[in-house]
């Protein structure tokens, strides 16, 4: 009788393990989005902590790769909620508020804030911060520069940062060539272009094959937009007006097809003539994401 | 060897008590005297040893130990003290522990080694020298704390309950030891409540009760057993607290 | 003399089961960084050097308040201050003693960080070659050694302390409240120094001021940044930084003498 009294540790003790092992993949289930959305302003964070700076500095860029990470991963989603792009912010700018060497949030503000097109001046305006601080970088402030051509319209802000980073990576002459297309104010769309189809050989370079993914998808969508603008161009030629719909220039034969949008959507064009992608964002100046279509699925 | 004039010591405690340990205390020990301290607990007599050995300041009176104020260190140059319960380091083992207390009397290593092989064969401890304190028994560790008392051949032996937490073979050492020490013509101060071990020991003995001296005579000169003395002197005294 | 108590104060600490186990955490902290290092995209070399850093930083403070404060409460508590005091030892000489026992302790421990550390960098550089970055490895030895500097001053003030504490609890608090303290300072005086004379009302100034002279500037022996980044560091700062350690430390161990020459050992 003693003996079998002696194994009732055994006994809860495996039946705690079990439990806990039972639960274990329910734990891993997402919070929900308004738990996570809490950031410290930077001056506090500086203080609070310490002399750990540095690494609180690294967790909030990790808190921000991962999260946006895990929701790009999530179907049916084309954009975030604003106030997910604003924790996204947030945690960027205190990780460079805590370490301004650290070139990793840059690069992740870069690729996650400014092509969704969120707060442009402020989060360019931290990018070109980074630039300066990182002198031996050349990839900073060719974002900057080129961020500052195609979304911001600063023209002369542009043509430093790209001349700057042609110094910095001892005269290249692609960013050299950017640098003069600015100059004389060229095509935003075939600027565009051009810098894409850089970044999709870097990448390809790398092996970075997700990114490649929605890079190419991207350059699809000017390719797309630059053949109709070319068409536009001729129409204005020819008939000295703006034309009325893009179906218009196919019809004169200006254009010989549509093309068709990567991303589901339609080209189409603007009161001022300008082409646009319907899935595109709302202009080229930089007034805010679209709100979040959500539950419609592609 | 010890003079103690007119010693007071009160200690305040929180909210404003206060208890006098000692009160106008005044006592000489001649060298190669064994002096016999004994009276009841919380009378004054660790507190007592404290002040001779500098731990605590008299608020009035002196002490000198061979004719040097207790306030300068170097009165206890020649002093060997065993505190009433063991203060150990018991990560170390009895032979660091013996080779520390050396070196803070400035011995030389070789010394050390001689006097702690003596000193362990003597208290019974070598075979367990190289163990850690820590894994003795508690006997063990008051015949280590004797041992280093000892190590640098002190003149004065200050002894706090040498008995305590020995068994009766441990005692019969310790008794051998004073002997020794008695005929080596050290002086040496015993507190206890051991009477009968006093009576044999001892050239003199004083009894304080309540911070007081009350009785001081030479053993031989003793009329009636040292036990019936000792309750006399305390009633006398008019004690009315037993701590 | 000093030497003996000394080196019994470092056995102490060293045959402390807690080192074993602070060196176990730093251990583990030092592997989890190196997977940790997998993460980041760019800049690998200088999140590794935080970490491993930090992580130094962390376990050199668990060793000063948990084992450092243990041996001194220890000694007050069970009264082995005795066997050095019943004899001719001056009351200066067994307070220094302790001191560069604990020193010394904090030295050993140091150095076994500064070998962790530099196996996780040199793991993290053979893994990662291309992005390890322009961490300088000479820089974060000496990091190493300004924390070290950092922890003596600490202990000195933990000595202190414990001199006026009335239990060992006390001590720790009081050697942890210094320490968050003095490690924000320097940021509060430059936050408040930024801030436009409105927002800030005179007297918290006057507060912030007394704060960043009184207490000891931890923020001055941080070199995180500078060796993750391989900045320069400019002889006047190694050397301020040097004088300042060694001459707070002084001062600090002047008064707990002067303060243990005059307690009462009950």
Redesign the interface.
Known sequence: MRKLTNLIPWITGLCGVCIYLLTLPLSTIDRPRHEQLFALPPKVLRIVSLQFKEVAGDMAYLNALTYAGGLKTQPGTDRFLPEQYEWIYKNLKNSVALDSYFRDPYYLMNSALIWDRYKLTEVNGLIAKGADNCDWDYFLPFYVGFNYYYFLDEYDKSFYYLKEASKRAGGNPFFDSLASRVAYQANKTEFAITYLEQQIYQAEQGGQSSSVESLVRRLQVLQGIRKIEVAVDAYRKQYSKQPESVSVLLSLKLLDSIPKEPNGGSYYLDPDGRVHSTKDLKDTRGKGPVSTRKGASP | MIRIENVSKTFRLGRGRRVTAVQQLSLTVARGEVYGCIGPNGAGKSTTIKLLLDMIRPDSGELSINKLSTRDEASRACVGYLPESPYIYDYLTAREYLTYAGKLSGMSSVAIQRRSDELLVKLKLDQAAGRRISGYSKGMQQRTAIAAALIHDPDLVVLDEPMSGLDPLGRKLIFDLIDELKHQGKTVFISSHVLTDIERLCNRVGIIVQGQLCYEGAVQQLTSTLDEMFLQVVQQAGMNEVH | ?I???AW?TF??GI??KAVFGIALMAGLMMAFTVVLSG?????IG??AT??A??DA?FAALLVVLFVGITILARDME???V?????????RSRYLLGRFCGLVLLQTVIMLLLLVASLLTLLLVKYMYPDFFG?VSFGLVALAHLFILVQMSLLTALSILFSMIASSSFVTFLLTTATW?IG??TQ??KQ?IESATAAQVVPFTKLLVEIAYYLFPN??LF?L??VA??GLALPGATFVFAMVYGVGYSVAVLSLAIILFKRK???
């Open positions: 003399m030497q003996a108590i019994v056995l102490e045959r402390n993460m980041i995209p760019r800049d200088k999140v935080d970490f850093l930090s930083t069970r009264k082995t005795y066997l050095a005091l019943a004899r001719s030892v001056p322009k968050l490690s924000s940021e509060v936050l931890m923020a941080d995180k940044a993750a980044h009462e050992l009950t």
